[in-house]
């Protein structure tokens, strides 16, 4: 059977050619989408997934660790006295506006952590260049190498920055720390305040290392109970809730959702409509086929073994194409990776849209008469 079907396919080269193209736009504009979505959802809730920290105290009306509100520290106070609390440290995040050398502006958020922390909020595997200690240096903030635009185009150490009129400089380099819409700096969180005029009392959130995993349930209930006017959560569940309340509120998911679906309606279309026309142009080769014995149901399986050869096909040029893609944008910081299952939805997903292509062909197919090859 496959013998006759890529028979069949190489018989008619340039309509098949037209069916694989057809394909590989379906697997590449649903795998570019996908990734883009995948790359924006997981900068929404990054912030509380790369800080490392088992759980995040903020206000009680807060849900998006994007838009934390004030706390007092006095809640630190409150928090560090809970049972099973290994340790807590506060985090102070504020905007703040910039001017640098090359006579642009622009805005920033500011990341302030207590200087036995700095690790806790930048894992060594973030850190492009520089020393996390020199940030406790006077003046001293990190820059993104991703958001190398936005910080005036030169982060190279030592350089020189204006943060709401003050004098500070670029000690350390990150890669792949970043925030939903906005540019990360970290800095101390002395230096936080002085730089954004908060009060020494403002913090935004209190981040909890509990003493044994298999309490954090327990622990966050605890918080919940026995201080008012915050809220705990655990950094997964956290980054959860950050993700679907942007994603409620903004059109990403539409967007997204759309431009997949109208790959699909274009793939389907363009799979089924070649697969028919090539029908049409062989139909005395099927009618012969019929005439020497073959039933409906044989030439069903062909033209179904012939629309799985063309999803293989197709789909494998798609996704070298698609790698070519994220290979390329992953060096201006849109990196995205596609799990095995997503993949496997993906090839499943092609190889519905090439068998109900193929099923306009069928329905031709069977109302073949074999006498008609003789007239």
């Not at 959130?205 to 705990?232: C, H, M, P, T, Y």
């Amino acid at each position: 059977m496959l013998k006759i079907a890529w028979k069949f396919i190489k018989f008619d080269k340039a309509k098949s050619i037209g069916v694989i193209v057809g394909i590989l736009i379906s697997t590449f504009l649903i795998g570019q989408q996908l990734g883009v979505f995948f790359f924006l959802s997981g900068l929404m809730g990054a912030l509380a997934t790369d800080v490392k920290a088992d759980i995040w105290v903020v206000d009680s009306k807060t849900n998006d660790v994007n838009q934390l509100g004030k706390l007092d520290i006095r809640n630190l106070r409150a928090v560090q006295g809970i049972p099973g609390v290994k340790e807590a440290f506060p985090l102070l995040i504020t905007g703040a506006s910039c001017n640098y050398e090359n006579g642009t502006s622009g805005a920033i958020t500011l990341l302030g952590v207590d200087e036995h922390h700095m690790n806790a909020l930048i894992g060594q595997d973030k850190i492009m260049a520089g020393n996390i200690s020199d940030l406790q240096l006077d003046g001293a903030v990190s820059a993104e190498y991703f958001e190398k635009k936005n910080l005036g185009g030169n982060i190279d150490l030592r350089t020189n920055l204006e943060i709401n009129g003050k004098r500070a400089f670029f000690v350390l380099q990150t890669k792949g720390f970043r925030g939903f819409g906005s540019s990360f700096c970290v800095t101390t969180i002395e230096r936080a305040r002085f730089f954004s005029n908060q009060a020494t009392t403002n913090i935004s959130a209190v981040l909890v290392n509990v003493e044994n995993l298999k309490d954090l349930d327990q622990v966050v209930a605890s918080i919940n109970q026995n201080i008012f006017g915050v809220r705990a959560w655990t950094s997964k569940k956290l980054a959860s809730s950050s993700v679907k309340k942007i994603l409620a509120s903004s059109g990403i998911a539409l967007s997204t959702g759309t431009l997949i679906i109208f790959a699909l309606i274009a793939g389907f279309f363009i799979i089924g409509l070649t697969m028919y026309s090539s029908a049409l142009d062989r139909l005395k080769d099927y009618g012969t086929l019929k005439a020497i014995g073959a039933g409906n149901l044989y030439i069903s399986k062909l033209i179904l073994t012939q629309a799985m050869l063309f999803t293989v096909v197709g789909f494998l040029i798609g996704l070298a194409l698609l790698e070519g893609f994220r290979i390329g944008v992953a060096n201006s910081g849109l990196i995205f990776s596609f799990s095995p299952l997503v993949l496997l939805t993906m090839v499943v997903t092609i190889g519905l849209i090439s068998l109900s292509g193929a099923s306009f062909a069928l329905s031709r197919i069977r109302s073949v008469e074999p006498a008609a090859v003789f007239r």
